[in-house]
């Protein structure tokens, strides 16, 4: 693992996510690409998700620098479709998925009386209805969320917002 350092770099052992993969909804620029570089810099590789591909491809040119495999993959949070393709393609690209990040977030720099309903509906969509459809794909490739997830198993997050994270149990992988 190469590249530059995270405030993550501090609180894990060192390569203590080596191996795994992550998967991060607006990881192509902002706090969700700041989340990513964090992944990366202690040995996870990542995929990035947003709709413009070429800003992906520039922020994974950047997250390569930590010596992880990086996949930027194009989708749109609020088309259901689309996400669950991207996630399937980042899981069959590394193999796994064990972290989600749901970060993407649509906003329009208005107050609250000059925003239009239409504005503020996309804000719901790429928000809530986003969130949702990460987490909805994401769980196709894990177990059901476990009503007690204290466990010793290896554990999947599902981020609906870096402040809010759920555990779910992750599916065995094959040692055959």
Not at 95 to 102: E, F, H, K, M, Q
Request: proline share 5%; glycine share 10%.
């Amino acid at each position: 693992m190469t590249g530059p350092t995270s405030a993550l770099s501090g609180l894990l052992s060192p390569g203590l996510p080596a191996g795994t993969a992550a998967f991060v909804t607006g990881g192509g620029s902002g706090i969700n690409l700041a989340i990513a570089h964090g992944l990366a810099s202690v040995g996870a590789d990542v995929a990035i998700c947003g709709r413009s591909q070429e800003k992906l491809d520039a922020a994974a040119s950047q997250l390569r620098d930590h010596g992880v495999r990086v996949a930027p993959v194009a989708a749109d949070v609020r088309d259901d479709k689309s996400l669950a393709q991207a996630i399937d393609t980042a899981a069959e690209t590394f193999g796994r998925l064990d972290t989600v990040v749901a970060g993407a977030a649509g906003n329009f720099f208005a107050s609250a009386e000059t925003i239009s309903a239409n504005g503020f509906r996309t804000v719901v969509d790429i928000d809530l209805l986003g969130s949702f459809n990460t987490a909805r794909a994401a769980f196709d490739t894990c177990e059901p969320l476990a009503a007690a997830s204290f466990s010793s198993r290896p554990v999947r997050h599902i981020c609906p917002s870096p402040t809010n994270l759920r555990s779910v149990r992750r599916r065995p992988v094959s040692t055959t």
